[in-house]
């Protein structure tokens, strides 16, 4: 609660830059070859030991990309990303194969508890009731740890890096890879689909609900090294899982791209909730570095009443293209989007959410809450389409902005596209600055103008905080503040 | 020129290199003109009529809606005049008026007796006095296709002026009536409302079932000050292909209205660039439209708030029958400056059919931050319970139903003014609700 | 403890405030009466540090601090507090997160340390029972979906949680129904102490029934025209304000 004036210190203790994540740590990597070739992916794939089906998989999608050209439509602007001088491959040294904790190096462990990723498997103390979560924890292109994992199989439930997946389950990865984001999906997706290293699987078996929160931890740390992450969660028939991915990068005078593809499979009756907060180097104030964070998230409500939520609160990055999107196929089923995204110094976010409704009775919900602040540009992209069989399609549609200072751009371009007379959809937008009158009412309670700020903003993204798990609000509602610092004044 | 690869080209666009290669020689404005008006089409021509993936036509497929390019109407005959008559609506409403029959200006069906401070002076002439003027549609993308096409081709239409401090008491109705085989017309309307001046404009459409293709530009130039109420009416024959442009910039102060109500043709597209160059100015925005069968409906409109303080209200509301398909793209900006803008849009479709569908983009593009600025859209059937409601009353379904799309459409066209123009629209739309066309 | 020596303050260039001068003691109640538009509002909002308004001449102290040389949220820590006219909606800012943030950023610029939160909800709890203020209104977002008395009684509940040394009350009547305005009153009165005092700002008469003032001023065109004891007000209220008005037409 009194996270205003906590964050607010926090910051004042950070001196250069507000970004505490951008040490970088010293380990020998194992990287491939500069630039990207078939020879890249063939490296790639026999680095993780894939059968041949994956290596073809990969090839075609290598190929394919060679003919696709970049998007240009959405409200980003950046100099062409050299994809020959990029590695698309490096992992630290000695963590090739499966591993236990006790294996992993100690340098990694320092690592994540510098960045607050617990990858221990704590204790529960006597008679606290704590909330675990099972950690993936992927470091440049591969997983280095995933935690808890016997007591997630004594449940049925499958938690590993992908390339583990592709190798020990490789019924499930065939059957659902590439089934919600086709390897020819688009630009980004499918070079990932060409070159993604590591990510992590799950799969919830049928009437299972997810013993712990899963969560997947990526950093980037090498120099020029792009992440292609690949994250594929399979909810079969009447089960639940909540999911949190969070990301950071090492602070880098060049930019750096990271380009993963997330796929939910949502079957009859099962949920999945996915978090994220990302909060990738977002670069200096003059632009200098920063990740290009080009993602393409879908989740695909298979089955009948099925539902997946999507929760993001986006602080990071250079560039943000990301638009998680659900599929509402099965009847009855469900789609859910809240975002907070933020926008500071020169950071440019154009992101938004698809809700295709095709089945029956299908509804969907989206809240968007932009801030823009410094001399950023903040874009929502939605798209909300009802398909002639969707009957009684219902969507809700509420996207806020808010402007702090004269220099940056709030921008809103949502799409509503109805085929059936039986849809109902609903959209509001609304952008304003924060009131001064209001700031001015704090400031009269005793509240620095700062303070004052920090507090209405939260107050302004409250309904998707709200939304995320309990570790993972507080943790944002700190970044949010964090995030705005120097927007003020 | 970077040589795309183009698509090979359709019959309508073959047909329209065709017509341009003939219009060119005779067409007026000298040399000047000819400049321009190749410029415009050469642009056309490089991209092609525009089709779903040009963003900004991404609902209203131009390509695939035109099949083919009429001929150029050759003005109007003895019978043309005399069919013209019986089409010619709005003429209880007391107005100067202007009637262009197949894009030729109708005397006979005209009263023209411009009272003091208003000069009405035909295209041709700002075309011979100056070209650039007259062909460059100030405010509009100079690119658009509907716009490039116009400044290409046309010749005909009215040049407006109303002097600095003159209040007109009296609507001016512009009409623009097609019969006959099928042609295409293009004409431009030029208004300049001087400062503190006032002034009311009348634009119709109508015309014979015939395959007709019109193509309107509408200049509109509010001084400070000034006020200008603009009421279009189209109501072309079902086979007409309808696009539409108006731009206009607002003078510091100046106060627009705009009441548009949409009723006839296969496909009509109407655009709107409205341009706040002054401060303080407001502008209000409206429009309703009815389309049953296969017909079409598409608003486009852009405003651009470049000025401080200024306020823009946006309402457009269409019903939707049959397997009619309803398109609006709105979008707001706040230029970088542009501080104490309010400027809200809402869209509302109402789908009364199983087949019928409608598309919205309503967009907000903001680079200023002491701004209260929104957008709603919303889509749907009729509210059962209401409907049931009335039912219940006693009421039969198409009875109930035409009731509440009458209530829905009905704050947009309760706004005006002149009490026999009110009238006649809301009879128009009485009309559509029964025959639901 | 309040001093202000003839101010001049606008807004957008306009004069509002012309010269006023006023001096409250510790522990005294005075009351502000006048016309509409005779800058009784600005005065609260000159003297609480609003970024609309240009003071253009004069002082004003706060136990001989000057206030024109500190930020609002400095104003409000050396212990000035305004009973908002018209109290601010916060969305998504629960009552009692707002509470606990400004009572403990008083704190720390005060020197003085946070209120742990056990003991912070238990002195809202009795400082809000007392003003008729459920728990239920001080979980939802602050002044959002209140009632007029509802916000008004919020106002007089974060007076006595903050413990001011000032209260200024802006046309705190206002929108009120009887009831309302007594419960508000009693709670102003309950503030009433020695080293406090009380600024009330009012347009009618009924608002000193219940809050009763030591010393009632008149205020037109900007300046105190006229200073007497609570029989001043009754006055007014009887002949209303049409001779202030008029004597002021040069």
């Known amino acids: ?489 | ?437 | 403890m309040l001093s202000i020596q003839n101010l001049h303050a606008s807004i957008e260039d306009k004069e509002i405030l012309r010269g006023l001068t006023l001096d409250v003691k510790a522990g005294e109640v005075h009351a502000i009466m006048g016309p509409n538009g005779s800058g009784k509002s600005t005065l609260s909002y000159v003297l609480a540090g609003k970024d609309d308004y240009e003071v253009t001449a004069g002082s004003a102290s706060l136990d001989g601090q000057d206030l024109f040389a500190l930020e609002p949220d400095e104003r409000a820590a050396a212990g000035l507090f305004l009973a908002f006219q018209y109290p601010l909606e916060i969305p998504g800012v629960a009552t009692m997160t707002f509470l606990k943030t400004a009572l403990n950023a008083q704190r720390r610029a005060r020197g003085e340390a946070e209120l742990p939160t056990p003991a912070f909800i238990k002195l809202v709890r009795e400082k809000a029972d007392g003003l008729g203020i459920s728990t239920d209104m001080l979980k939802r977002g602050l002044n959002v979906g209140f009632s007029g008395g509802e916000k008004k009684r919020n106002e007089v509940l974060q007076m006595a949680l903050l413990e001011p040394k000032l209260c200024v009350l802006d046309e705190t009547d206002s929108g009120l129904d009887i009831d309302a305005l007594k419960v508000v009153a009693e709670g102003v009165n309950a503030l009433r102490a020695q080293d406090r005092s009380f600024v009330v700002i009012t347009h009618y008469q009924r608002l000193l029934d219940h809050i009763r003032p030591d010393v009632v001023h008149v205020m037109s065109k900007g300046r105190i025209v006229r200073t007497g004891g609570p029989e001043l007000a009754h006055e007014l209220e009887a002949r209303g304000y049409a001779d202030y008005i008029s004597d002021e037409a040069a």
């Open chain 1, 1 to 489: 609660m009194p996270a205003v004036q906590e964050t607010v210190a926090r910051v004042r203790e950070i001196d250069v830059d507000q970004y505490k994540y951008g040490f970088v740590t010293d380990i020998e990597s194992d990287r491939a070859e500069q630039g990207l070739s078939e020879d890249t992916v063939r490296f790639i794939s026999a680095k993780k030991g894939e059968p041949e089906w994956m290596l073809e998989w990969r090839l075609d999608a290598y190929r394919r990309w060679r003919t696709m050209t970049e998007p240009n439509w959405a409200r980003v602007d950046y100099p062409p990303i050299p994809y020959e001088e990029l590695y698309y491959y490096s992992a630290p040294k000695g963590t090739a194969g499966p591993k236990t904790l006790d294996d992993v190096d100690p340098e990694l462990l320092k690592t994540y508890a510098k960045l607050g990723i617990p990858l221990v498997e704590q204790e529960l103390l006597a008679g606290v009731q704590e909330r675990r979560v099972a950690v993936d924890a992927v470091f440049d292109s591969v997983s280095v740890a995933t935690t808890f994992q016997k007591e997630l199989r004594q449940a049925g439930v499958i938690f590993c890096p992908i390339s583990e997946a592709i190798r020990e389950h490789p019924e499930l990865v065939k059957k659902y890879l590439g089934s919600v984001v086709p390897a020819s999906d688009n630009f980004f997706a499918t070079l990932n689909s060409a070159v993604f290293s590591d990510g992590s699987f799950v799969y919830i078996p049928k009437g299972v609900r997810c013993p712990m929160e899963l969560s997947t931890y990526f950093r980037i740390n090498e120099r020029n090294t792009g992440q292609f992450e690949r994250t594929l969660i399979i909810a079969d028939e009447g089960s639940y899982v909540s999911y949190l991915e969070g990301c950071t990068a090492p602070m880098r005078d060049e930019n750096q791209l990271h380009a993963a593809v997330v796929e939910l499979v949502a079957l009859d009756d099962a949920e999945i909730k996915y978090s994220t907060v990302q909060n990738w180097y977002p670069g200096d104030a003059d632009g200098k570095g920063g990740i290009y964070n080009f993602v393409t998230k879908r989740g695909d409500c298979r089955g009948k009443n099925a539902k997946i939520s999507w929760t993001q609160v986006e602080t990071g990055s250079a560039i943000t293209w990301k638009y998680p999107s659900c599929i509402l196929r099965g009847d009855n089923s469900r789609g859910e989007f809240y975002s907070i995204a933020i926008s500071n110094g020169r950071q440019q976010v154009d992101s938004g959410t698809k809700m295709i409704h095709l089945g029956k009775n299908t509804t969907s919900k989206i809240i968007s809450k932009g801030i823009s602040a410094g001399r950023s540009q903040n874009t929502y992209r939605g798209l909300v389409s009802a398909h002639r069989k969707a009957t009684n399609a219902r969507n809700f549609t509420n996207c806020d902005s808010l402007l702090i200072g004269e220099e940056c751009g709030a921008h809103t371009v949502p799409y509503l596209e109805a085929k059936t007379s039986t849809a109902v959809f609903e959209h509001e937008a609304t952008t304003s600055k924060i009131s001064d009158d209001q700031k001015f009412y704090c400031q009269q309670r005793g509240l620095s103008e700062e303070e004052a700020v920090a507090l209405i903003v939260n107050g302004f993204v409250k309904d998707v905080l709200q939304q995320l798990p309990m570790e993972f609000a507080v943790e944002a509602q700190k970044l949010i503040s964090i995030s705005l610092e120097g927007s003020v004044g």
């Open chain 2, 1 to 437: 020129m970077n040589a795309e690869v183009r698509p090979i080209r359709t019959a309508a666009e073959t047909g329209l290199i065709d017509a341009f290669e003939r219009a060119r020689s005779a067409q007026a404005g000298g040399e000047a003109a000819r400049a321009i008006r190749e410029e415009a089409f050469s642009g056309v021509v490089a991209r092609g009529l525009p089709n779903r993936r040009v963003e900004e036509w991404k609902y209203t497929d131009l390509r695939a809606l035109m099949r083919e390019a009429q001929p150029i109407a050759e003005g109007a005959t003895e019978a043309d005049v005399s069919a013209a008559r019986s089409l010619l609506p709005l003429q209880e409403v007391d107005a100067l008026r202007l009637v262009f029959v197949n894009g030729a200006f109708a005397e006979l069906l005209s009263a023209i007796d411009a009272p003091q401070g208003v000069t009405i002076t035909p295209f041709a002439h700002a075309l011979q006095s100056d070209a650039r003027a007259a062909l460059t549609l100030a405010g509009a993308p100079q690119g658009d296709a509907a716009v490039a096409l116009n400044t290409a081709f046309v010749t005909s239409g009215v040049t407006i002026t109303v002097a600095a401090g003159t209040k007109v008491a009296r609507p001016i109705h512009i009409a623009n009536v097609q019969t006959g085989p099928g042609h295409a017309a293009y004409g431009r309307v030029l208004v300049t409302i001087g400062e503190g001046a006032e002034a009311t404009l009348i634009e119709s459409f109508s015309g014979d079932s015939g395959g007709h293709q019109v193509n309107s530009t509408v200049g509109l130039t509010l001084g400070d000050d000034s006020k200008a109420t603009l009421i279009k009416l189209q109501d072309e024959g079902f086979g007409t292909l309808h696009l539409a442009t108006l731009a206009a910039t607002l003078g510091a102060r100046a106060e627009l209205k705009t009441v548009a109500l949409t009723a006839g043709a296969a496909a009509s597209r109407q655009q709107i660039y409205l341009g706040f160059k002054g401060a303080k100015a407001t502008a209000d925005l409206t429009g309703a439209g009815f389309a049953g069968a296969r017909r079409h409906l598409d608003t486009t409109l852009v405003v651009e708030h470049d000025a401080v303080g200024c306020t823009s209200r946006e309402t457009f509301k269409t019903a939707l029958d049959g397997e009619a398909r309803s398109v609006f793209q709105g979008k707001i900006v706040v230029r970088p400056g542009a501080q104490k803008t309010d400027g809200k849009m809402m869209a509302k479709a109402l789908l009364l059919s199983e087949g019928a569908e409608a598309d919205a983009k309503p967009e907000l593009e903001i680079f200023a931050d002491d701004v209260v600025c929104g957008h709603g859209a919303t889509v749907g059937a009729l509210d059962d319970e209401l409907l049931f409601y009335l039912m219940s009353r006693g009421l039969p379904k198409v009875e109930a139903e035409a009731l509440l799309v009458q209530a829905f459409v009905g704050e947009v066209l309760e706004s005006i003014e002149i009490e026999p123009l009110r009238e006649a629209l809301v009879a128009r739309s009485e009309r559509w609700l029964v025959a639901r066309d």
